[in-house]
Every structure is written in structure tokens, then in C-alpha cells.
């Protein structure tokens, strides 16, 4: 399936298939559907009968096999939980070298219909190193008939060995309008602040008992004081969400904060222009730097079972220096 914003990337795409690479690498901002594109590619070439602009057809054996996952000539590597790393600090989604291996078996049978087999790689900045040089060594000697799909957020953290091996493609995020207008057609509630609260990339997890506790969040920021914060670390760890929560709310918060300051453009809270208006006159911008600096400490603990409370409140107590 398609969004309605890649139908121009899918047109571009197709004037590339007289000369298809043993290697594709997807790459663009996180949220715009570039897994589903991906696997939009995977399934047209593997159809028996694809339709006019290369669509599968959504009927025929292979796409009901694409359909229930069941495809014998696709393979898809996605991370999983690193149970090795789950006694260090981190906890970390990889694709581990197992995985890579076991897709580099498929890559040596021939295929099951005769025609083409495809592995798609997402997102492909998750392979660890071991992993990520077991897959090059297979794009540096490509088997006949398969045809890797890597997806990438952050296309800088791969291997550049690996980026020279794929053909990069960069798929476009949809602008404002159209993006809104998809959101409505979902049936969310306040798509403006939502799409602006994501980054402008329409497809996110939207659960509206978060986005109220956000909500609440954001208005304690957006009024600081030290009881209100206490309020929300408390209710945070009430709703028993992972430190990565409120770590990237908070993030785009002083984002916007810093922001308003030094140019006046905000990205996601522009529903709370008034506030961060008045709060940017109001901040130290070197305490301000601080506070960004100690949030971005604690980034690579999202995940982990530590106090989560305890995290935030001093995380607030830095927060509310920016204001002297
Ligand atoms: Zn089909």
C-alpha cells in the first residue's frame, strides 16, 4: 500500500526498473511510511500479475502469500530486544548477526517461484557491527535474483561501505496540507497540534490517554513551577511510561524553547507560541543549554527499568534554573 503523498516517489521509482540494483536504501525522515513503500516495492515484484504503475494486484497467490507474511522468497530483518545488553545500562533494539545469517542462507536457495527473492532491512541503522559486516559481505557479492531493501532513518549511522553498495532514495515527507488532510480522513482530533507535536511526519502510534498526560506535561513546562512539576514525575510514573517519554517531550519542549529565542520559529508546540514567547524572555540561555545537556545524558537509559521519577525530578530542578 502506498500514502497518498509517495505516489510521485513511486513514479520515479518505476522509470528505474529497466536497471534495478542488487541493493536499494530508503532514507528520509522517521514517520513518512518509508517501510511501507518499501514493502509496496517487495510485493509488486513479487506479484504473478502486477497492475498498471507496477501495483500488485492484491489477488493472485504471491500477494495473498505477501498478505499473510508467508511468502517463502521474502524475508524481512527487523531488530529485537537484545536480552544480552539487558544487564548494562542500555537497552538496545538490534538486528544481531543470527538474523543476518539466517537471511543469508535464504539468499542461497533458489527461489521457490522461479523468479525473484527479497529481504527487506528495517530500519537498517539497527544491525550492531557484527551484523552489519555479515550483510556487507553479501552486498559486495550480490547471489543472482535477490534484491535487498534497507530502510533508514539515520542512513549516517550505517557502514558507508554499506550506503556505496545500495542505491540511496531518498522518499519525500509529505507537505502540511496533505498530511492534515490524511490525519483527518483517520478521524484524529486536533491533527494541527498532533502533526506538529510529531515533526510534520504523519504516521505515529496516536493514543489519546498519552496524549493527554503529554498534554498535562507540556502545560506544567509551559508554567513552571516546582509543584507542578513534582505533580507531573509523579503521574508519569503512575502511567508507568518508559523515561523515553517524557525525555522526548521535554526535548522537543526546549527544542522550542531555545528556538523562540534565537530565531522565533518553533516546530512542535505552535499552540503554545504565547507561552514560549513569554518563557524565552524570561530564560538563561546558558542554564537553558545545561538542562538540554543533562537530558541528553540521560537519552540512552530511555528504555531502562531505572526510577523513572527520580529521573525527571531531577531533570525538572535543572528545568526550573533556566528561569532563575
Ligand atoms: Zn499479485
Known amino acids: 500500500m502506498l500514502y497518498p503523498w509517495q505516489h510521485e516517489d513511486w513514479r520515479r521509482l518505476n522509470l528505474e526498473r529497466a536497471r534495478l540494483p542488487n541493493a536499494w536504501l530508503f532514507t528520509g525522515l522517521g514517520g513518512i511510511g518509508k517501510s511501507a513503500f518499501a514493502e509496496h516495492l517487495a510485493q509488486s515484484l513479487l506479484c504473478d500479475r502486477p497492475g498498471p504503475e507496477h501495483a500488485p494486484c492484491g489477488e493472485c497467490e504471491a500477494c495473498r502469500w505477501y498478505a499473510l507474511g508467508s511468502h517463502p522468497d521474502f524475508r524481512r530483518l527487523s531488530p529485537l530486544l537484545d536480552e544480552d545488553e539487558e544487564k548494562t545500562s542500555r537497552k538496545l533494539l538490534t538486528i544481531k548477526i543470527e538474523a543476518v545469517r539466517e537471511v ?12 525473484q527473492r527479497v529481504v527487506l532491512v528495517e530500519p537498517a ?27 533508514a532513518h539515520a542512513p549516517q549511522r550505517l557502514l558507508p561501505t554499506i550506503r556505496s553498495r545500495c542505491r540511496q532514495y531518498a522518499l519525500a515527507a509529505p507537505g502540511r496540507e496533505v498530511a492534515l488532510s490524511w490525519l ?3 478521524g484524529m482530533a486536533m491533527p494541527a497540534t498532533e502533526l506538529a507535536h510529531h515533526g510534520g511526519a504523519p504516521l505515529f502510534d496516536h493514543d489519546p490517554a498519552l496524549a493527554e498526560v503529554r498534554d498535562g506535561f507540556i502545560s506544567a513546562l509551559a508554567k513552571p513551577s516546582l509543584a507542578s512539576m513534582l505533580t507531573q514525575a509523579e503521574r508519569v510514573d503512575k502511567h508507568k511510561l518508559t523515561l523515553a517519554v517524557p525525555l522526548e517531550w521535554m526535548q522537543k519542549w526546549l527544542h522550542d524553547l531555545a528556538a523562540q529565542g534565537l530565531s522565533g520559529e518553533i516546530r512542535y508546540f505552535p499552540d503554545q507560541q504565547d ?3 513569554a518563557l524565552s524572555r524570561r530564560a538563561d540561555l546558558m542554564q537553558l543549554f545545561r538542562c538540554q545537556d543533562a537530558l541528553l545524558h540521560l537519552v540512552p537509559f530511555g528504555q531502562h527499568p531505572l ?18
Not at 543469508?104 to 523468479?115: A, C, K, V, W
Open 275 to 277: 507561552a514560549l514567547h
Open 307 to 324: 526510577n523513572v521519577r527520580l529521573q525527571l525530578e531531577g531533570l525538572f530542578m535543572d528545568y526550573l534554573k533556566v528561569f532563575g
Open 104 to 115: 543469508i542462507d535464504f539468499t542461497h536457495l533458489t527461489s521457490h517461484r522461479n523468479g
Open 125 to 151: 541503522e539497527t544491525m550492531n557491527p557484527a551484523a552489519a559486516s555479515a550483510l556487507l559481505k553479501v552486498l559486495e557479492e550480490p547471489p543472482p535474483d535477490v534484491l535487498f531493501l534497507l530502510v
Open 184 to 186: 483527518r480522513e483517520q
